[in-house]
Structure formats: structure tokens, C-alpha cells
């Protein structure tokens, strides 16, 4: 089974997997990418961060769930889930968009993947996104900008519509939307046990 957190940049997602793996008896299935790291970002943790040519000779091998190439404002990032890094028998937490969703479910079954996508306001997520490539050594504002204005399109209301994804609302507090977190995956494992 796989638990899968879905959302525009900023909506928290990040914050909340974090939170969500140190409480249950989840694995995270750590992606790769070929984007630089970011200040902080530890290799095996956030990402596997690898080089184009490594990229291109997974997906060559057939070795990629899903693969997303993203023309930024700093050149092609590449990010992927590596099929073989994924037990079956076990429950896993990813972080990934509508498009590894669909992916997903081609490769695992949709019975096996249940998403749980994050909503804020968008005032709230530019200025999170914001604060946090402040904190950059080498600040990417043009490519703040190009993820946000995607998001619009990769994150419309038509999708969610489309997709029915369990919603949680991050426009309270930590604990409210801790809750809704708790209540949806509870209800997961149970119907799963």
C-alpha cells in the first residue's frame, strides 16, 4: 500500500511527511532527481540525487515507476521513482504530483494507492516559497516564480475533481490538520488489515 501526498509547492506536504513517517510504521520511498540539493537536503533522505546519464540509463533499463523532466529556469530537473526500491508486502509514504499518481496506479493497481492531497491559500504558499529559497545560498527566484504559476495548471480544480483525492485542509493550525491526517490514514490500515 502506498500513501501518497499530492499538492502545490508550499502546501506543506513536506512539513507533514516528515511528521507522518516519525508517527506511523511507514517507509518512504525516496525519489530521484537530478536537481542540485538544496541547503539542508541529505542524499538518501529528501532525494537520491544523481546525474542526467545515471537518470537516463535507469529509465533505459526499465527500472522507473514514473519519471517527470521539468524545463526550468536552470535547465532539464529530472525526478523518478525507481520500481526494484518497492516491497509490495510493505506501507509506504511518497511525496509526488497527479502525474506520478496516474503512474503509479498503472504500475501498482489503483486498489494500492491512496492520495491525499494538500490545499492553502495561494498567498500563503508564495510567501512560504518564498522564505524558504530566501534561505538558499544561491536564491532560484525565477524558477519560485515558473513552479508557482505551473501549479495552477498542474494543480486545478478540474484534477481534483478528476482524481477524488482524500482533501486535507492546511489553512489551520498543526494539529488541526495533523488530525485530519490521523483520522484518513487510520482509516486506511484498518480497511487494509
Known amino acids: 500500500m502506498i500513501i501518497m501526498f499530492i499538492g502545490p509547492s508550499s502546501s506543506g506536504k513536506d512539513y507533514f511527511y516528515n511528521k507522518v513517517l516519525e508517527k506511523y510504521n511507514l517507509e518512504p520511498i525516496v525519489l530521484y532527481t537530478t536537481r542540485p540539493k538544496r541547503r539542508g537536503e541529505v542524499e538518501g533522505k529528501e532525494y537520491h540525487f544523481i546525474d542526467k546519464d545515471t537518470m537516463d540509463k535507469l529509465d533505459s533499463d526499465n527500472k522507473l515507476v514514473e519519471r517527470r523532466d521539468y524545463d526550468t529556469a536552470h535547465g532539464i530537473w529530472s525526478y523518478a521513482t525507481r520500481g526494484d526500491d518497492i516491497d509490495k508486502n510493505k506501507t509506504y509514504l511518497v511525496i509526488n504530483t497527479w502525474e506520478g499518481y496516474i503512474d503509479y496506479v498503472n504500475y501498482f ?15 500563503i504558499r508564495f510567501e512560504r516559497a518564498f522564505l524558504r529559497e530566501k534561505e538558499q545560498k544561491y536564491k ?54
Open 109 to 123: 493497481g489503483k486498489e494500492s494507492i491512496y492520495p491525499f492531497y494538500f490545499e492553502l491559500d495561494q498567498d
Open 140 to 193: 532560484k527566484y525565477m524558477e519560485l516564480c515558473r513552479r508557482f504559476i505551473a501549479d495552477l495548471e498542474d494543480f486545478s480544480k478540474d484534477k481534483l475533481n478528476k482524481y477524488k483525492p482524500i482533501i486535507i485542509d492546511n489553512s489551520g493550525s498543526i494539529e488541526n490538520t495533523m488530525e485530519q491526517i490521523d483520522l484518513n490514514i487510520k482509516k486506511i490500515i484498518n480497511k487494509d488489515s
